[in-house]
């Protein structure tokens, strides 16, 4: 394959779980279930990871036990900075409204139970925290800087931490709207698409923050790369069972992803030929330059995106209301 520079066709992430760099780096790693929801623990010394990992939120029972374990979670970030229901929150929606898959920031904060205003005037209840949310839209909309406008809030409401909630990109479609991302890191936003802003940390604006992201949108790369390796897959499942009798008798489509698979380069000569020899790394870069210079490389989210969106949306202030909150 010839030497270019990719670094403009760069594969656009926001998962620490698509950076196979950033896992090699990390010093500690647990994975566990819970409810069964699989979860990742990322830890470093400056920083905490968690990535809740699941299959489905379009029925009431699977999204009401990925509320709870996104709740559980988020409750373990918070007790690292020793919040209680005197500390003051600053929930942050990032995001276009006007985008569906880009609009979970902005939905998410009209669920957040808001309680400042009523602190204020010293009417609320115990159980409740003093909370302030707002979504300062995006700054090709507002011509305002995310920074600068969250940065703006901050000195006038002076909270003790920030929980920042935005749409992500991944670079694995089995994870996008089926995977939550926590993390007291800070964002950049917009970086899923290519259109980096000022980052917002605790570095940058001198708090505690905590993000908390959902993978809504992929690159049509990224879907070419995913389906060259399950259509490998699918041959070697297929390949090691067609022998078999009891594989003559199913009737119906089988999830070979389940099976233990085994690859060898010889198969995946006979595939695809000479892209088959191709190793992971020189197969992406093969698919950015052929889509990405021609402007095919487009960003995609599923079809049911409004239903998947507002169920998404649902299940993090859940989760950050009965935190934050005892409700």
Same mark, same amino acid.
């Given at each position: ?148 406008y969250v940065k703006g809030v901050l000195s006038m409401v002076k909270p003790d931490i920030l929980i920042i909630v ?79 009798? @009891?594989? #003559?008798? =199913? ?5 070979? /992803?389940? &099976?233990? *698979? $085994? ?37 995609? @989210?599923? #079809?049911? =995106? ?5 169920? /998404?949306? &649902?299940? *993090? $202030? ?10």
């Amino acid at each position: 394959m010839h030497s270019i520079d990719l670094k403009k066709y760069e594969l656009r992430t926001d998962m620490v779980l698509d950076d196979n760099k950033e896992l090699k780096s990390n010093k500690e790693r647990k994975t566990y279930v819970n409810k069964g929801v699989n979860v990742s623990l990322i830890l470093d010394d400056s920083y905490s990871y968690v990535t809740l990992e699941f299959s489905d939120i379009t029925d009431t029972d699977h999204k009401d036990m990925v509320s709870l374990v996104f709740k559980e979670e988020l409750e373990k970030f918070l007790k690292m900075y020793n919040c209680n229901l005197k500390t003051k929150y600053l929930i942050v929606g990032l995001g276009n409204i006007k985008s569906t898959p880009d609009s979970l920031g902005p939905l998410t904060i009209d669920k957040i139970i808001t309680t400042k205003h009523l602190f204020d005037i010293n009417e609320v209840g115990d159980n409740f925290s003093c909370v302030s949310a707002f979504s300062p839209g995006v700054t090709g909309v507002s011509g305002i800087e995310t920074y600068s406008y969250v940065k703006g809030v901050l000195s006038m409401v002076k909270p003790d931490i920030l929980i920042i909630v935005d749409a992500l990109s991944s670079s694995s479609i089995s994870r996008v709207n089926k995977s939550i991302q926590i993390s007291n890191k800070g964002i950049m936003p917009g970086s899923g698409i290519g259109n980096e802003r000022k980052e917002l940390s605790e570095k940058t604006l001198g708090i505690p923050v905590i993000s908390v992201g959902v993978p809504t949108i992929t690159s049509a790369s990224t879907i070419v790369f995913d389906t060259i390796n399950y259509m490998m897959k699918n041959y070697a499942y297929n390949k090691e069972n067609q022998n078999k009798k @009891s594989y #003559k008798l =199913i009737t119906k489509p089988v999830n070979y /992803l389940k &099976s233990n *698979l $085994s690859i060898n380069e010889d198969d995946k000569k006979t595939l695809l030929g000479l892209v088959g020899m191709l190793s992971e790394d020189e197969l992406k870069e093969l698919i950015y330059e052929v889509l990405t210079p021609i402007g095919y490389n487009l960003m995609v @989210s599923p #079809k049911e =995106i409004d239903f998947l969106i507002d169920n /998404l949306s &649902s299940i *993090l $202030s859940f989760g950050i209301n009965n935190t934050i909150h005892k409700l």
